[in-house]
């Protein structure tokens, strides 16, 4: 069988965001259009013959047509054999995995993350690179250069592979190889963590509710968390992976999953609970009577990594991206361990991760993940908790208070206006950066602006400078205010404004997020002259 060329014309809007292309599912069912970006990135790279893809999905609607199409695109560019997920089901930290253990070319992960499913829901196609990570900047961009262009792609005509039947087919010359799923990142898991001190503690009656929220954590986290190590049938909720993800977007925070904090804050409640996102890579972690934000869970686990057979040595150093809270920082110094700061999105971890500057990393947006792979990991986070809560027997409530009490406490929001008009939220980031000289050394309430920029970052492997990533506003007394736009959404804008300030007193760790953060939304919404440029008086989500 010879590829057959199928001309083309370009699509508008193959731009990747922060994670991928992400759109409406009807769009991506377009004739012609995952065909186009997939040969696109593929033009941009070395030649792909006779080397091993890893393909696969997190389950929404259109996974199963989305993954035949790559396949077939796949095959007509000699790729010499693919790893695909049984039922076309892989989580994002597992595509990550298989890339890296097989010596993979690269992968293709379908996924739109936290995005809503379903037929009127979102879809997303991703590039992951040879180390696992997400495409670079360079690769995304020249992929999104040729989407402008191209002319025709290459495919391999053939009956579509059963997905079903685990096990080895032909496309063409292409080799289409169905795979287990779970089992080669299980073993990972099971390389890294203590399991038997793990599973001792549940055979003594710790209890734990983790949601998979219907997408693609629930067969791994079954076969780990309750095969593996022992917790009881039941643990995993929503554990069957559906297109619609039962109608609720995929998402594991306060707002997509308050009946885990309902449980939490129950006396008789779990002693633990989590959940994942639409692709797996994403966590959010409940202990009894307290919710640890992502930024306060990446410096608990920065700090006790150490207590997991993987992390014995100590880390190298922590990455967060720049509007995660700083609570990581103040561990970093305390312990002397060097510390990264890095723009929104996990592509940017990749080259520190690879030239072992660091080993634990970590995003506000409820991502947390070490070395073991290039993306985040959210069954990972879960299961560093229970390795650190099984070695130090304590709660989650008594370690992130002991933590407080000895690094500080790092308050912290983030504020989401949502389906903005893309050229007025424009303007006003605009404008934020237009301003911001006068904005140096002005006073707003008793509190006295310090510092005031742009973020840019320039990588310290290749030397890729990226600039425009958020604007930050730096207060005397440590409060932070950071302002960029959104990078995943498909429908208008969604500007984020991240609020923190800083407690070393831990006679004040108690209070109420809102009290201890004061006047920082108001005077967000002063600096940026929200009101007057999207016409909102407040945010649309509180996370
Ligand atoms: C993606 C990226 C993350 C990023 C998050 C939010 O997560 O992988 O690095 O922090 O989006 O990005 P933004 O603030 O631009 O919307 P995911 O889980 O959606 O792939």
Redo the contacts with the bound molecule.
């Keep these: 069988m010879t590829p057959r060329t199928v001309p083309t014309t370009p699509f508008a809007g193959q731009r990747p965001?922060?994670?991928?292309l992400r759109k409406r599912v009807s769009v991506f069912q377009e004739p012609h259009y995952i065909e186009n970006f997939f040969q696109s990135v593929l033009d941009g790279l070395p030649s792909c013959a006779g080397t091993t893809l890893v393909v696969g999905g997190d389950g929404r609607f259109y996974t199963g047509e989305g993954v035949q199409r790559v396949l077939r695109v796949a095959a007509g560019n000699g790729f010499g054999r693919v790893l695909v997920g049984h039922r076309g089901l892989l989580s994002?930290p597992a595509v990550s995995h298989l890339i890296r253990k097989y010596g993979a070319f690269g992968g293709v992960i379908l996924s739109a993350?936290?995005?809503p499913g379903g037929v009127n829901g979102d879809f997303g196609i991703k590039y992951n690179v040879q180390n696992g990570s997400?495409a670079p900047e360079t690769v995304t961009e020249a992929a999104y250069a040729r989407s402008l262009k191209i002319t025709s792609y290459k495919v391999i005509d053939g009956p579509a592979i059963d997905l079903e039947r685990k096990g080895t087919s032909q496309l063409g010359a292409t080799q289409v190889e169905v795979i287990d799923s779970v089992s080669d990142y299980a073993a990972l898991m099971e390389s890294l963590f203590d399991f038997d001190r793990i599973r001792d503690r549940f055979t003594s009656g710790f209890r734990m509710q983790f949601d998979a929220m219907s997408a693609i954590t629930g067969p791994y986290a079954t076969v780990i968390l309750e095969r593996l190590l022992g917790a009881p049938a039941g643990t995993v909720m929503n554990g069957e992976p559906l297109p619609d993800f039962g109608g609720h977007p995929p998402d594991p925070n306060l707002v997509h999953a308050p009946h885990l904090l309902d449980a939490a804050m129950r006396a008789d409640g779990p002693d633990l609970c989590a959940a994942s996102?639409g692709?797996g890579?994403?966590n959010m972690i409940i202990g009894r009577a307290m919710y640890v934000n992502p930024s306060d869970s990446l410096a608990v686990l920065a700090a006790n990594a150490h207590l997991a057979p993987g992390y014995r040595k100590g880390i190298a150093g922590i990455a967060r991206?720049m509007p995660t809270s700083r609570a990581a920082d103040r561990v970093a110094a305390k312990r002397g361990i060097p510390m990264h700061e890095t723009p929104?999105?996990?592509k940017f971890f990749g080259n520190l991760l690879d030239a072992g500057s660091v080993t634990i990393c970590g995003?506000?947006?409820?991502?947390t993940s070490s070395s073991h792979v290039r993306e985040?990991d959210g069954l990972w986070a879960v299961l560093l908790w229970l390795n650190v809560l099984a070695a130090r027997g304590q709660s989650v409530r008594d370690i992130v208070r002991q933590h407080w009490a000895e690094f500080g406490r790092n308050y912290y929001v983030r504020h989401d206006y949502e389906g903005l008009d893309d050229q007025r939220a424009t303007a006003l980031i605009e404008d934020l950066r237009a301003g911001l000289g006068a904005l140096r050394g002005k006073s707003f309430g008793g509190r006295q602006i310090v510092a005031v920029d742009d973020f840019a970052y320039t990588d310290p492997t290749d030397g890729s400078v990226s600039r425009k990533q958020g604007v930050r506003v730096l207060f005397s007394d440590d409060a932070r205010i950071v302002f960029?736009l959104?990078?995943?959404?498909t429908e208008g804008a969604?500007l984020?404004v991240y609020l923190e300030a800083f407690e070393p007193d831990p006679s004040r760790h108690d209070l109420a997020v809102d009290a201890a953060l004061g006047d920082l939304g108001p005077l967000s919404r002063e600096i940026a002259q929200v009101e007057r440029h999207v016409a909102r008086k407040a945010p649309s989500l509180i996370v």
């Design positions: 965001g922060t994670s991928g994002t993350s936290h995005n997400p996102d692709d890579d994403r991206s929104t999105g996990w995003e506000e947006s409820s991502g985040k960029r959104s990078g995943t959404g969604t984020r």
